[in-house]
């Protein structure tokens, strides 16, 4: 019995985060949809305007607030390996970037090492902090994204040796993620 | 089908530790073994002498052999045809990138221990992170070691390339508390980034673990994710998942015979697996957990309370409970360890989106400042999505509903207060205020069901 009733307060801590994470997956909300894109072979930089027309202050709010994350989600491919990873931007037009993160193709992704079933891997980048200041100084009805092709460093800068086929690729706010 | 929340709390529970697959007496019988940086190695480091001495000894052994070179590279990935057992399993993408990856180091590494007749043998790890550490390791470099290979990108065997600080970075998920978003994130990067970035057989899935390197970049993949459960802050293992805890990998032991594993076989690499890392510390201990089915609970409904609004401007002040008839059994329920008291809110719905959300006070006593460190905090109301009504919804309105477990507020309050009233208290928050004036709720917000139940195991 004595161990029923330890079993079960473990039982309940865990029922109660993994409820707070199933919340968090139905609290997410699409800000802004981008058209697909590809970044061809050999391109090192990639600049995409985003329209967020309409949704500024939803977007400020969520990227302030303690309670949410604002995420760009995106889902990508490749024939082959670029051999390259590709460093994210996010800035006000003409403004500083700054840099949420990077894609990585790596396995998850490749169609030409695809077992079984292919499915694009999925990328999640969180902007919060960039959106933020990339919006402070700036009334923009715009953002970029940019992609910046990397490599090793200390050689000559890696130039990509495959196509990046961005299929889908959302400006998210959810439920805060990070602490 | 999308998360439902009541669904989840209906499907899941309880707990008893999960069984082992392997033996873990007899490795236990082992001394416990530290994985070193290989920062401060020379060739002529015992780790890298013994790792050299090993591959030397496993390239020479028939490509259908499971301790070869070759056959331990395929487990990971090959461009070799034919199928052998565990060949080309590696997991990315997948809920089991950190745990696959953990499994194979695992028997790698023991594998090592053998090949090299070096008992003591453990897989250094690449600590990158280090901006001393960026070039490739000296001895990896060396053309007459078995360490080397030439199918690396250009720079590295020449000492020239490095990796870049946005390649080793681990800010893009050290921060993350959800498993599977931080796990998804460290595979991106650094392990994927470092993998392209030394490009060559690193570059690509079915190469990589033939490079030499390879094992000592997952060592440090390893470490990560011990370093990101310590963190603390609701970081755990998927404990609830119990696909992860339960899909069996295939490897091989030193001696050749098959070995299977589970999630739940590697959650404590040094009291499972019997090693830890270099200045790691203490490593946190989780525990698998037998997941029971719903039906072994039972539900019972203490209060029904009203509906209550909450109407744009200031807080409302405190809603509140008459508790008197209730009182002693929430006294006494609070304090048991098998039964959990939920404050249940539904059918919430908002004319708009609030600017604020709620915290959720229970039992907060009158005149104390509201905080969310004290016991009478149990959560937010953030609406978000669900329970708004002017917004386009895919699939139709949806109120809104949250649960929060009260045990301690409910401790706390009726421990202190005989009255046989508790007062409900929710205060609106938000990104900030502007010169000091107050957060105000500006939609028109109605909660209409409000309970305390309390659930518990059935008694059979």
Request: charge should be positive; hydrophobic fraction near 40%.
């Amino acid at each position: 019995m004595r161990t029923t009733i330890i079993a079960a307060g473990v039982a309940f801590a865990a029922l109660a985060a993994s409820a707070s994470a199933a919340l968090a997956a139905s609290s997410m909300k699409t800000l802004v949809r981008l058209a697909p894109m590809t970044i061809p072979a050999g391109t090192m930089e990639k600049t995409i305007p985003v329209n967020i027309r309409g949704v500024q202050t939803q977007l400020l709010t969520a990227a302030k607030s303690r309670q949410y994350d604002v995420t760009l989600e995106l889902d990508v491919e490749a024939e082959r390996s670029p051999q390259v990873f590709y460093e994210v931007y996010l800035s006000a037009p003409k403004g500083r970037r700054y840099h949420v993160g990077n894609v990585t193709l790596f396995g998850a992704g490749i169609r030409s090492e695809a077992r079984g079933e292919f499915h694009p891997a999925h990328v999640q980048l969180f902007i919060s902090d960039a959106v933020s200041l990339a919006l402070r100084k700036s009334a923009a009805h715009a953002l970029e994204i940019t992609f910046v092709a990397k490599g090793a460093e200390g050689g000559a800068a890696a130039k990509p040796v495959a196509a990046l086929v961005i299929h889908n690729a959302e400006i998210v706010a959810g439920p805060r993620q990070r602490s | 089908m999308p998360h439902s929340r009541r669904r989840f709390l209906k499907t899941t529970a309880v707990a008893v530790a999960g069984a082992s697959m392997f033996d873990v007496r007899e490795l236990m019988a082992a001394p416990p073994f530290t994985r070193l940086d290989v920062g401060p190695l020379t060739a002529t480091s015992p780790a890298l002498v013994s790792y050299a001495k090993a591959i030397k000894a496993m390239q020479l052994l028939p490509t259908t052999n499971p301790l070869s070179w070759a056959y331990q590279a395929a487990i990971h990935g090959t461009t070799i045809s034919g199928s052998h057992p565990a060949w080309n399993t590696c997991q990315h993408g997948t809920p089991y990138f950190w745990s696959w990856h953990r499994m194979y180091l695992y028997w790698f590494e023991r594998i090592i221990r053998k090949m090299s007749n070096d008992p003591s043998f453990a897989l250094p790890f690449w600590n990158y992170e280090s901006s001393s550490e960026r070039y490739l390791p000296v001895p990896f470099r060396n053309a007459s070691s078995a360490l080397y290979t030439s199918h690396r990108g250009a720079g590295w065997n020449a000492g020239t390339s490095f990796l870049s600080s946005s390649a080793v970075a681990t800010s893009g998920f050290m921060p993350i508390v959800p498993y599977f978003t931080a796990q998804g994130n460290c595979e991106g990067t650094p392990h994927g980034s470092v993998h392209v970035s030394i490009g060559g057989w690193m570059g690509s899935v079915p190469t990589a673990a033939q490079d030499p390197i390879f094992y000592l970049h997952h060592a440090n993949i390893d470490r990560l994710w011990n370093a990101w459960l310590k963190q603390g802050g609701g970081r755990t293992d998927p404990l609830t998942d119990n696909a992860w805890k339960t899909t069996k990998f295939l490897f091989f032991d030193e001696n050749g015979a098959q070995k299977w594993m589970t999630g739940c076989d590697v959650l404590r690499a040094a009291e499972q697996l019997n090693y830890t890392y270099q200045n790691e510390g203490t490593q946190v201990k989780e525990y698998c957990l037998k997941v029971l089915p719903w039906w072994v609970f039972e539900k019972e409904l203490v209060l029904q309370l009203p509906p209550f609004k909450l109407p744009p401007g200031p807080d409302p002040g405190p809603i509140e409970i008459n508790i008197r008839e209730a009182r002693q059994k929430l006294l006494t329920m609070s304090k048991e360890t098998n039964t959990d008291i939920t404050l249940e809110l539904d059918d919430i719905e908002a004319d708009k989106q609030p600017s604020v959300y709620w915290e959720v006070y229970a039992g907060l006593p009158k005149g104390t400042k509201p905080s969310s460190d004290s016991p009478y905090y149990v959560g937010n109301i953030a609406l978000f999505g669900h329970g708004i009504r002017d917004e386009h919804q895919h699939d139709g309105f949806k109120p809104a509903s949250f649960e929060f477990k009260v045990d301690r507020a409910m401790q706390s309050a009726l421990s202190k207060d005989a009255s046989g009233r508790m007062d409900l208290t929710l205060v609106a928050r938000g990104a900030g205020t502007k010169g000091g004036e107050a957060i105000r709720n500006d939609a028109n917000v109605t909660i209409g069901k409000a309970r305390l139940a309390v659930r518990r195991l059935k008694k059979t």
